[in-house]
């Protein structure tokens, strides 16, 4: 990487928003996940705010035939977290009437319309989501944008940014931006992910982040847990979440879940994880999804994954009627659909390659949503979190589409699954497109490719942990 240069990355901002100023008749494209959907919004209100004319456009990836099909829609066109891995496909296309905010990894390319933090030293993995860096453009564009902040940190929480228990670098700057626009709130409390909409026993089993052993996965020892502590799982007819909880309730839980892990020897940095700071928006209605980082990204994740990404970003520009109440219908479908995808996953059983776990779901899982169903079944209790998962589904054409998944324990060691897959392009060829973070990642290919990609993929995985490549 880069050696660091904050101001360089704002000039280049700044650089940007000039040319969005003295342009018009934009087209919008913005990856369909919720870092993808705040970066659109966050976009959009801000070309919006001046008067600028535009449409948008979600993809699920930004393919080589996706970039055809966008020829001649538009006088310009602004490409939102993905485009950095495609810079020579899209000159090709677009010659310079474009621009890239992106955060992924990305090769040194000369293009001057390419706003990448990764390119000023300012690690695009771990401190700075897409909605991160068009936040940065917005408030180059007019710092009044800075109301957007809350977007940022949505898309940056989307995007599974947070380590040991809070943002990091550059997101906490805009963090304390959005707190002094009024737009966000931090405190320091249990981070698992549902204390406004999970009741308490599955905020307890499915929580990932970390792994609560004994607990994670297992809806019978969380009952008898939250009993054993004198806490009463229902009020009236309704489930309790942890929202619902007194605040001596809920320091009563959070010491014993760290009693608990404590007794199990849990790490001190995974302990960290589990209380820290949660972001929380207060403009929105408490007791709403939308009030909490996390779940804000839940539903824009719910809508992308359904083709309803226009719904989310709708969501995300204040529209609390039509789009807010379908949103509602997909969360409630998403978590449902992943229910069921792990389920399918914990009866068939993970095959344990050398250095990784594989699942082939067939089609069986959605391709959209195979990737979280990976995460999750980190949460089972028969599978320890020694090797990544990657799992195989079917796109529409037919196609394979393979996600990754690791966790923080993993990549500290040296994992880079996005720059695997980058590499796999370039050495297996034949229209393998892939690419993503270190502990997420996908690709897609065709189906007589899955034998070459699978013994690829083992002796990749095996040379990072090894320490081979990874400094
Ligand atoms: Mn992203």
């Known amino acids: 990487m880069q050696e660091r240069n904050e101001a360089r990355f704002k000039e280049k ?71 950095s891995g495609q810079l020579g496909e899209l000159k090709k296309a677009f010659k310079t009437s474009f621009a890239v905010v992106d955060h992924h990894q990305t090769k040194e390319e000369e293009f001057k319309l390419h706003l990448n933090p990764m390119l000023f030293g300012v690690d695009g993995g771990s401190e700075i989501s897409a909605a991160g860096t068009c936040y940065v453009l917005a408030t180059a564009i007019d710092e009044k944008n800075s109301d957007l ?34 737009v966000l709130e931090k405190k320091t409390d249990l981070r698992l992910y549902g204390r406004v909409s999970r009741p308490l026993v599955q905020f307890l089993q499915f929580s990932t982040n970390p792994i609560i052993p004994m607990l994670t996965g297992s809806e019978e020892k969380c009952i008898k847990f ?33 009693v608990h892990m404590h007794s199990f020897n849990v790490e001190e940095w995974k302990i960290k994880e589990l209380i820290g700071e949660v972001y929380t928006l207060p403009k929105e209605k408490s007791e709403t999804p939308l009030s909490d980082a996390k779940e ?46 792990i389920e399918l996953m914990q009866q ?56 990754g998944r690791a966790t923080s324990e993993l990549t500290r060691r040296g994992l880079n699954l996005g720059k695997i897959f980058k590499e796999m392009e370039k050495e297996i060829g034949k229209g393998l497109e892939g690419g993503g973070h270190r502990i997420a990642a996908g690709v897609k290919f065709r189906e007589e490719l899955r034998e070459e990609f699978l013994e690829k993929l083992d002796k990749k995985i095996g040379e990072q942990l090894a320490g081979k490549i990874y400094k």
């Open 149 to 182: 902040a809350a977007l940022a940190i949505v898309g940056a929480v989307g995007d599974m940014q947070e380590s040991g228990g809070a943002l990091q670098g550059f997101n906490r700057k805009i963090l304390q931006e959005g707190i002094e626009a009024g």
């Open 13 to 83: 901002a700044a650089e940007l928003a000039e040319w969005v100023k003295a342009k018009n008749h934009f087209l919008l494209v913005y990856n369909h996940d919720a870092d993808g959907i705040s970066s659109g919004a966050i976009t959009a209100t801000a070309l919006k705010r001046i008067g600028k004319s535009f449409s948008s456009k979600p993809l699920k990836q930004l393919y080589k035939e996706e970039i055809e099909k966008l020829k001649g829609k538009a006088e310009n066109f602004i490409f939102v977290d993905f485009g």
């Open 348 to 403: 068939k059983g993970l095959e344990e390659k050398e250095h990784f776990y594989f699942f082939d779901t067939g089609n069986k899982i959605k391709d959209s949503i195979i990737g979280i169903v990976a995460g999750m079944i980190y949460s089972s209790q028969t599978v320890a979190p020694i090797k990544p998962i990657i799992a195989l589904s079917r796109t529409d054409d037919g196609d394979i589409k393979a996600s």
């Open 226 to 258: 939250l009993s054993a502590n004198g806490i009463e799982l229902k009020q009236g007819e309704k489930w309790r979440s942890y929202n619902d909880l007194s605040g001596e309730e809920k320091k009563k839980l959070a010491s014993a879940l760290i």
């Open 296 to 341: 804000f990204a839940t539903v824009l994740n719910s809508c992308g994954r359904h083709s309803k990404a226009e719904t989310a970003l709708k969501v995300c520009m204040g529209n609390r009627k039509e789009a807010y109440t379908e949103a509602l219908v997909l969360l409630a479908e998403h978590r449902k659909q992943l229910r069921e995808g």
